[in-house]
């Protein structure tokens, strides 16, 4: 009997096993296929399109980091997992090289504001500079003399990479090898150097990739009449009579207002919610506006342009319909780019709904 029970939970996990397959398969091909990241990812995934950037110090964060990183251009990586579909396509390998340097140095402050001569301060620390090169302990030289935190430290400032400090002093390091001591002039005075290790050179790379995520969905906001689910990423805010919710990676929000009674829905009733639009919106363009069901519900459907400046635009939509008792108004805004993403959030919204009067 065992056997049996145990023969039964086996093959179902293995037929579970083999829908999530068949499923992550489905949507690898159709991704594989696609010749646009952005509309493919916009019309199909539960994230809205977005480019992220894997960067070398990112790999011992986690294990898929690094399988991302080492991935060449175009490249599709299957991270899903039972719960969700999730792959990610690289799109950006960007080559860079770094070198790391260490130095100790000893610096003499100057700058517009100094009374001393700027001869006389040379003349001081060229006396400073003969001692050291004729035998005297650097660190304790910068101890005696340094003039910021580093003196304490015997002017060790501790491994660094290129583009970190100011220019001049990073070209006139990156000019002399281990053990050579120099001086050189920057913004903040006049710094005796000592290079304390060879120039190690280091090769990186940066990672730009998209991602598509189909399947995990939570509980976004919960009433005592209705609640909402939306895929991760979404949180709420809490209001008194609203709902909203919002992502915190991009800017697009959904507010969600119950009323009551219910409305009439009909197509004068809908000519005069367009002709409010305008009065209330007049700088708006309202592109399109109708009745229509979206998932057994039948109501009003708007969708507004509210124009911000020269390059970016608001996309505005908004569904009204009735429950048995009361009328919903879901209005998701965001910016223009999202537009694809914010429709199709619409419709898995009110699909998700459970309303309960």
Known sequence: MQRIVLGVLISLC????EAIGQKDTKWLK????????????????????????????????????????????GT???????????????????KKKDTIMQVSHIVFRYDSTSTTNKKDIEKRVGEIYQK???????A?????HGQDATANLGGKLGPFKTNVMVKPFEDAVLKHKKGDVFMVWTSYGLHIVKVDADHEVKSKAI?????????????????????????AGWQQRPTDADMNLHRADIPITVNIQVKEPVV??????????????????????????????????????????????????????????????HFYVITLTGFQQHQDYLQRMLYMMIKEMKITN
Do not use: C
Request: net charge positive; charged share 30%; no cysteine.
């Open 207 to 231: 990672v730009d990739y998209v991602r598509f995520v189909r399947g995990k969905k939570y509980l976004g906001g919960k009433t005592a009449g209705y609640q909402v689910r939306l895929p």
């Open 132 to 138: 050291i090169l004729k035998g005297a302990d650097f």
């Open 14 to 17: 293995m037929v579970t096993l």
């Open 264 to 325: 009439e829905i009909s197509t004068a009733a809908l000519e005069n919610g367009y002709e409010t639009l305008k009065s209330t919106y007049p700088n708006a363009e309202i592109p399109r506006y109708d009745l229509r069901e979206i998932s057994n519900y039948k109501g009003f459907y708007f969708e507004l342009v509210r124009k911000i400046d020269d390059v970016n635009k608001v996309k505005i939509y908004t569904f009204v319909f009735n429950s048995k008792k």
């Open 76 to 94: 599709i990586i299957n991270f899903s997992s039972p719960e969700e579909t999730h792959l990610s396509k690289v799109i950006k390998v960007e």
């Open 30 to 73: 159709k991704f594989k296929k696609s010749t646009n990241d952005s509309v493919f990812i916009s019309t199909h995934s539960d994230e809205p399109y977005q480019v992220f950037r894997m960067q070398s110090w990112m790999l011992a964060l986690d294990e898929n980091n690094k399988r991302l990183h080492e991935a060449p251009v």
């Open 140 to 144: 304790e030289m910068a101890k005696k």
